[in-house]
Protein backbone atom coordinates (compact mmCIF):
# COMPACT_ATOMS: atom_id res chain seq x y z
CA UNK A 1 0.00 0.00 0.00
CA UNK A 2 1.06 3.12 -0.05
CA UNK A 3 2.75 5.27 2.81
CA UNK A 4 -0.08 7.77 3.44
CA UNK A 5 -0.16 6.23 7.03
CA UNK A 6 -2.13 8.28 9.81
CA UNK A 7 -3.19 7.87 13.92
CA UNK A 8 -4.92 4.70 14.85
CA UNK A 9 -3.61 2.48 11.94
CA UNK A 10 -3.69 -1.08 13.14
CA UNK A 11 -0.36 -2.57 11.05
CA UNK A 12 1.50 -6.14 10.94
CA UNK A 13 5.31 -5.63 10.34
CA UNK A 14 7.52 -8.23 9.07
CA UNK A 15 11.30 -7.86 8.19
CA UNK A 16 13.14 -10.82 6.26
CA UNK A 17 16.11 -11.84 8.91
CA UNK A 18 19.46 -10.79 7.24
CA UNK A 19 22.58 -12.03 7.83
CA UNK A 20 24.94 -9.84 9.60
CA UNK A 21 27.98 -10.06 12.54
CA UNK A 22 28.24 -9.41 15.86
CA UNK A 23 30.59 -6.53 17.17
CA UNK A 24 29.89 -5.94 20.19
CA UNK A 25 27.89 -7.29 23.54
CA UNK A 26 27.30 -5.38 27.46
CA UNK A 27 24.49 -6.80 29.55
CA UNK A 28 22.23 -4.24 27.93
CA UNK A 29 22.95 -4.25 24.70
CA UNK A 30 24.14 -6.29 21.47
CA UNK A 31 25.55 -4.52 18.70
CA UNK A 32 25.56 -6.19 14.88
CA UNK A 33 26.57 -4.36 11.57
CA UNK A 34 23.43 -3.04 9.85
CA UNK A 35 23.02 -4.74 6.75
CA UNK A 36 20.64 -2.49 4.52
CA UNK A 37 21.46 1.06 5.31
CA UNK A 38 24.06 3.11 4.23
CA UNK A 39 26.73 5.82 5.99
CA UNK A 40 25.73 9.23 4.49
CA UNK A 41 28.41 10.59 3.35
CA UNK A 42 27.14 14.53 3.19
CA UNK A 43 25.73 14.51 6.87
CA UNK A 44 27.43 17.25 8.74
CA UNK A 45 28.09 16.43 12.43
CA UNK A 46 26.97 12.98 12.22
CA UNK A 47 28.72 10.09 11.86
CA UNK A 48 27.51 6.90 11.71
CA UNK A 49 29.77 3.71 12.13
CA UNK A 50 27.13 1.49 10.18
CA UNK A 51 26.08 -0.39 13.43
CA UNK A 52 22.78 -0.56 15.56
CA UNK A 53 22.50 -1.56 19.43
CA UNK A 54 19.82 -4.29 19.91
CA UNK A 55 18.47 -4.89 23.82
CA UNK A 56 18.34 -7.28 25.58
CA UNK A 57 15.82 -8.47 28.72
CA UNK A 58 17.93 -6.81 31.10
CA UNK A 59 17.67 -3.12 28.98
CA UNK A 60 13.98 -3.05 29.47
CA UNK A 61 13.29 -1.79 25.99
CA UNK A 62 10.50 -2.35 23.31
CA UNK A 63 12.80 -3.14 20.21
CA UNK A 64 10.64 -4.45 16.93
CA UNK A 65 14.12 -5.73 15.38
CA UNK A 66 15.25 -9.06 17.05
CA UNK A 67 18.09 -11.73 16.40
CA UNK A 68 18.29 -15.35 15.84
CA UNK A 69 20.04 -16.47 17.45
CA UNK A 70 18.34 -14.51 20.68
CA UNK A 71 20.64 -11.53 21.76
CA UNK A 72 21.62 -13.41 24.76
CA UNK A 73 23.45 -16.29 23.15
CA UNK A 74 25.66 -13.72 20.89
CA UNK A 75 29.30 -12.91 21.49
CA UNK A 76 31.20 -10.73 19.37
CA UNK A 77 32.53 -12.17 16.19
CA UNK A 78 29.07 -14.34 16.10
CA UNK A 79 27.50 -14.64 12.82
CA UNK A 80 23.77 -13.96 12.96
CA UNK A 81 20.19 -13.23 11.64
CA UNK A 82 18.30 -9.47 12.08
CA UNK A 83 15.36 -8.85 10.89
CA UNK A 84 11.15 -8.45 12.57
CA UNK A 85 9.49 -11.01 13.24
CA UNK A 86 5.42 -10.46 12.92
CA UNK A 87 4.26 -7.94 14.76
CA UNK A 88 1.52 -6.04 15.41
CA UNK A 89 1.61 -2.18 16.19
CA UNK A 90 -0.84 0.53 16.04
CA UNK A 91 0.08 4.07 15.37
CA UNK A 92 0.25 7.31 17.08
CA UNK A 93 1.42 9.70 15.19
CA UNK A 94 2.93 9.88 11.64
CA UNK A 95 5.76 12.81 11.42
CA UNK A 96 6.56 14.35 7.60
CA UNK A 97 9.99 16.28 7.17
CA UNK A 98 10.58 18.18 4.05
CA UNK A 99 13.32 18.15 3.19
CA UNK A 100 14.20 14.48 4.24
CA UNK A 101 15.26 14.36 7.96
CA UNK A 102 19.49 14.07 8.20
CA UNK A 103 20.49 11.42 10.29
CA UNK A 104 24.04 10.41 9.07
CA UNK A 105 22.13 6.97 7.03
CA UNK A 106 20.94 6.58 3.92
CA UNK A 107 18.30 6.86 2.95
CA UNK A 108 17.31 10.20 4.19
CA UNK A 109 13.47 9.66 6.24
CA UNK A 110 10.44 11.68 4.43
CA UNK A 111 8.79 10.35 7.24
CA UNK A 112 8.22 8.13 10.36
CA UNK A 113 5.74 6.16 11.95
CA UNK A 114 5.58 6.53 15.57
CA UNK A 115 4.33 3.07 16.55
CA UNK A 116 3.13 1.56 19.88
CA UNK A 117 3.07 -2.39 20.33
CA UNK A 118 0.05 -4.34 21.54
CA UNK A 119 -1.39 -3.68 25.02
CA UNK A 120 0.35 -0.13 25.14
CA UNK A 121 -1.92 2.62 25.48
CA UNK A 122 -0.62 6.07 24.46
CA UNK A 123 0.21 8.25 27.85
CA UNK A 124 1.18 11.95 26.97
CA UNK A 125 3.09 12.36 30.06
CA UNK A 126 5.69 9.76 28.80
CA UNK A 127 8.63 10.73 26.40
CA UNK A 128 9.60 8.83 23.69
CA UNK A 129 6.70 6.12 24.36
CA UNK A 130 6.43 5.09 20.83
CA UNK A 131 8.65 3.09 18.16
CA UNK A 132 9.86 5.60 14.97
CA UNK A 133 9.68 3.37 11.91
CA UNK A 134 10.82 4.83 8.61
CA UNK A 135 7.76 3.03 6.05
CA UNK A 136 9.79 3.68 2.32
CA UNK A 137 13.67 3.34 4.05
CA UNK A 138 16.12 0.59 3.23
CA UNK A 139 14.91 -1.65 5.47
CA UNK A 140 12.86 -4.01 3.57
CA UNK A 141 10.24 -3.58 6.28
CA UNK A 142 6.51 -5.68 5.05
CA UNK A 143 3.96 -3.20 6.39
CA UNK A 144 0.44 -4.64 5.43
CA UNK A 145 -2.57 -2.67 7.43
CA UNK A 146 -5.05 -5.25 9.30
CA UNK A 147 -7.25 -2.47 10.42
CA UNK A 148 -8.14 1.44 9.41
CA UNK A 149 -11.00 2.67 12.05
CA UNK A 150 -12.71 5.16 9.73
CA UNK A 151 -11.67 4.51 6.66
CA UNK A 152 -14.37 5.68 4.55
CA UNK A 153 -13.53 9.55 6.43
CA UNK A 154 -10.27 11.81 5.82
CA UNK A 155 -8.80 13.89 7.87
CA UNK A 156 -10.54 17.10 8.03
CA UNK A 157 -14.16 15.56 7.20
CA UNK A 158 -16.94 17.30 8.58
CA UNK A 159 -20.07 15.24 8.82
CA UNK A 160 -23.62 15.49 10.94
CA UNK A 161 -24.86 12.44 12.40
CA UNK A 162 -28.10 10.81 13.22
CA UNK A 163 -29.09 13.41 15.87
CA UNK A 164 -27.99 16.06 13.74
CA UNK A 165 -24.71 17.09 15.47
CA UNK A 166 -22.00 18.29 13.30
CA UNK A 167 -18.48 17.34 13.64
CA UNK A 168 -14.99 17.58 12.45
CA UNK A 169 -12.82 14.17 11.51
CA UNK A 170 -9.23 14.57 12.83
CA UNK A 171 -8.32 10.84 13.35
CA UNK A 172 -10.25 7.67 14.50
CA UNK A 173 -10.05 9.06 17.91
CA UNK A 174 -10.21 12.70 17.43
CA UNK A 175 -13.48 13.87 17.05
CA UNK A 176 -14.53 17.67 17.43
CA UNK A 177 -18.39 18.75 17.57
CA UNK A 178 -19.34 22.27 16.26
CA UNK A 179 -21.59 22.88 19.30
CA UNK A 180 -18.51 22.90 21.46
CA UNK A 181 -20.20 20.47 23.51
CA UNK A 182 -16.74 18.22 24.18
CA UNK A 183 -18.52 15.11 25.38
CA UNK A 184 -20.19 12.08 23.75
CA UNK A 185 -19.14 10.54 20.28
CA UNK A 186 -21.44 11.06 16.56
CA UNK A 187 -24.51 8.70 16.16
CA UNK A 188 -24.43 6.85 12.95
CA UNK A 189 -25.70 7.04 10.46
CA UNK A 190 -23.43 9.84 9.53
CA UNK A 191 -23.85 12.39 6.22
CA UNK A 192 -20.86 13.91 4.84
CA UNK A 193 -20.89 18.11 4.74
CA UNK A 194 -17.47 18.13 3.44
CA UNK A 195 -14.28 17.20 2.33
CA UNK A 196 -12.21 20.17 0.92
CA UNK A 197 -15.59 21.60 0.04
CA UNK A 198 -18.53 20.58 -1.38
CA UNK A 199 -18.12 16.37 -1.52
CA UNK A 200 -19.14 14.64 -4.41
CA UNK A 201 -22.23 12.34 -4.95
CA UNK A 202 -20.19 9.93 -4.63
CA UNK A 203 -17.91 10.24 -1.18
CA UNK A 204 -21.47 10.78 0.44
CA UNK A 205 -23.09 7.82 -0.70
CA UNK A 206 -19.65 6.04 0.16
CA UNK A 207 -19.67 7.46 4.20
CA UNK A 208 -23.63 6.97 4.16
CA UNK A 209 -23.45 3.24 2.44
CA UNK A 210 -20.19 2.94 5.35
CA UNK A 211 -22.39 4.10 8.51
CA UNK A 212 -25.75 2.59 7.71
CA UNK A 213 -25.11 -0.05 10.76
CA UNK A 214 -22.79 -0.24 13.57
CA UNK A 215 -21.43 2.85 15.14
CA UNK A 216 -18.73 4.43 17.06
CA UNK A 217 -18.48 1.46 19.55
CA UNK A 218 -18.38 -0.81 16.70
CA UNK A 219 -15.20 0.64 15.33
CA UNK A 220 -13.52 0.87 18.76
CA UNK A 221 -14.41 -2.65 20.08
CA UNK A 222 -12.26 -4.09 16.52
CA UNK A 223 -10.07 -2.00 16.88
CA UNK A 224 -9.40 -2.39 20.49
CA UNK A 225 -9.32 -6.56 19.98
CA UNK A 226 -6.09 -5.97 17.54
CA UNK A 227 -4.33 -3.59 19.11
CA UNK A 228 -4.90 -4.69 23.00
CA UNK A 229 -5.16 -1.61 24.27
CA UNK A 230 -7.68 1.47 24.15
CA UNK A 231 -7.21 5.27 22.69
CA UNK A 232 -5.85 7.92 25.24
CA UNK A 233 -8.25 9.32 27.77
CA UNK A 234 -9.12 12.63 26.06
CA UNK A 235 -9.95 10.61 22.92
CA UNK A 236 -12.68 8.16 24.21
Known amino acids: MSHDYRPGDVLLLECPFTETAVTGVTRCYVSVWWPWLEVDPQAENIRWNGRR ?73 LDDQGYT ?3 AGGEPIRIELLFRPYAFLEPGDEVADRNGRA ?18 TPAWPLALLSRLGEPTPEEAAAVARATAVGGHADELERWSGLTLARPAAHQQ
Open 133 to 135: IDP
Open 167 to 184: WRFDAAWDWHPFDGEQSG
Open 53 to 125: ALPTPAAREWEIFRTEPAETALKPGDTCLVGIPATVVHVQAVHRFDPPLVTGMLPRPASYIEALRQGETHDPD
